[in-house]
């Protein structure tokens, strides 16, 4: 059964680079069935879709945060990364890594609590 | 880029029918899957439908999702009502280069 787990500080300064990673375990982050995406909720808000790695390599970003993230796989570790630049309040949220198929989030981690504070 | 609307909450009483919309503002909704997913409080989102109207394994039959091209939307409809349903609902589809989730609806089964 495949499982995801996100890991990561809670707590980052304005203006700093949020950087959190996901680790897969029970099955391989190279199969070219899947692609790996984060997505976040503000609290007590709605899910909100930050981006998306293929097994090509291939990265998509939602387009109002794509000028400040970076996503990416390391295949040795079986693990893909999120880095989320200048942030500001506004990013606090719990953070999710995701397994996508066919256009659906099949599996999703328990998720991390990501709060922007000095 | 396209949004999804959905209602911000609905309820209904224990062994009643509800159906929740899903409304794609642009580009057809019979053109990407749509999926639907169940978030209780302190957990992480499930799946309870997939492409359309395709249930998971685990997911009872109560749950059914269907698309209507005449309004541009989806459902996703609960029959006979359990107070275990009661949770927030995310529609979610994509395009060819973004996914979308809709901003969510509250289920109170009362």
């Known amino acids: 059964q495949l499982q995801l787990q996100e890991s990561g500080p809670g707590l980052v300064k304005p203006s700093e680079t949020l950087s959190l990673t996901c680790t897969v375990s029970?099955?391989?982050?190279?199969?070219?069935?899947?692609?790996w995406g984060w997505i976040r909720q503000p609290p007590g808000k709605g899910l909100e879709w930050i981006g998306s790695?293929?097994?090509?390599?291939?990265?998509y970003y939602n387009p109002s945060l794509k000028s400040r993230v970076t996503i990416s796989v390391d295949t040795s570790k079986n693990q893909f990364s999120l880095k989320l630049s200048s942030v500001t309040a506004a990013d606090t949220a719990v953070y999710y890594c995701?397994?996508?198929?066919?256009?659906?989030?099949?599996?999703w981690g328990q998720g991390t609590m990501v709060t922007v504070s000095s | 880029n396209f949004m999804l609307t959905q209602p911000h909450s609905v309820s209904e009483s224990p062994g009643k029918t509800v159906t929740i919309s899903c409304t794609r503002s642009s580009g057809s909704i019979a053109s990407n899957y749509v999926q639907w997913y169940q978030q209780r409080p302190g957990s992480s989102p499930t799946t309870v439908i997939y492409e359309d109207n395709q249930r998971p394994s685990g997911v009872p039959d109560r749950f059914s999702g269907s698309i209507d091209s005449s309004s541009n939307s989806a459902s996703l409809t609960i029959s006979g009502l359990k107070t275990e349903d009661e949770a927030d609902y995310y529609c979610?589809?994509?395009?060819?280069?973004?996914?979308?989730f809709g901003g969510g609806t509250k289920l109170t089964v009362l």
């Open positions: 979610q589809s994509y395009d060819s280069s973004n996914q979308v």
């Open positions: 995701g397994l996508g198929h066919l256009g659906a989030f099949d599996i």
């Open positions: 790695i293929y097994y090509s390599g291939s990265t």
């Open positions: 029970g099955g391989s982050i190279s199969s070219s069935s899947y692609y």
